[in-house]
């Protein structure tokens, strides 16, 4: 692996169902987030984590959970689907001391049907 | 309420122009503003500023921030149509932790 990867790259999803989408980077970054990406809206916070082992909300957690169990991984899991979550869904990374500058995951796409 | 404004919504220019891309913000507490380059998929970072008047340069782009007006610009010089692209403004801020996205600048360099 080099970089940062997400995974599935799309999916369709029914609604109700519990979706996971999964993260991992290789570059020992401290830092890792999760946004959306709607039309007309922009690039949205979902969750952040700021070391191991610690999570945060951001500006549209509701719907949203995430965990942080190890420095690569930092899945974001969907309890209940709703179409309302039918978005494109970027995870991204940051270096210790430099938190802000962030680097981004190829996205995943999904629909909730 | 948090805001980041970047105009205009879509620029078409000829290679060779210069392009000026603008990103206001009303936020408490800031702490930096980023430029980033969406091309098909993922943003690209492409600059953070947090003094102001300190220009930071790469090749034929670069951005400068005023935190007394509250605003940035990002400038492409003699633009080539690998240019064409999103370009996104972001800040963030200190305290309660935010990561504000502006809605984007669409640029298209035609041949």
């Known amino acids: 692996i080099a970089g940062i990867t997400q995974a599935p790259t799309s999916q369709i999803l029914a609604a109700g169902r519990r979706m996971t989408l999964r993260c991992t980077q290789d570059m020992r970054h401290n830092a890792m987030y999760w946004y959306r990406q709607d039309l007309g809206l922009g690039l949205r916070l979902i969750h952040y984590s700021n070391t191991a082992g610690t999570t945060g909300k951001g500006e549209v957690p509701d719907g949203y959970s995430v965990s942080r169990a190890n420095t690569d991984d930092f899945p974001l899991t969907l309890a209940s689907a709703v179409p309302s979550q039918t978005s494109v869904y970027f995870c991204?990374?940051?270096?210790?001391?430099?938190?802000?500058?962030?680097?981004f995951g190829p996205g995943t796409r999904l629909t909730v049907t | 309420e948090d805001k980041v404004v970047q105009s205009p919504l879509s620029l078409v220019v000829h290679e060779g122009d210069t392009v000026t891309l603008n990103c206001s913000y009303e936020v408490t507490n800031f702490r930096s503003l980023l430029w980033y380059k969406q091309e098909k998929k993922a943003p690209t970072f492409l600059f953070m500023l947090t003094s102001s008047g300190i220009e930071k340069k790469s090749g034929r782009l670069s951005s400068i921030l005023d935190k007394k007006e509250l605003f940035s610009i990002l400038n492409i010089t003699a633009t080539q149509t690998g240019d064409s692209a999103v370009y996104l403004c972001a800040v963030t801020t200190s305290g309660t932790y935010k990561y504000i996205f502006g809605t984007g600048t669409r640029l298209k360099v035609l041949a």
């Open positions: 991204a990374s940051a270096p210790e001391h430099r938190a802000d500058e962030q680097y």
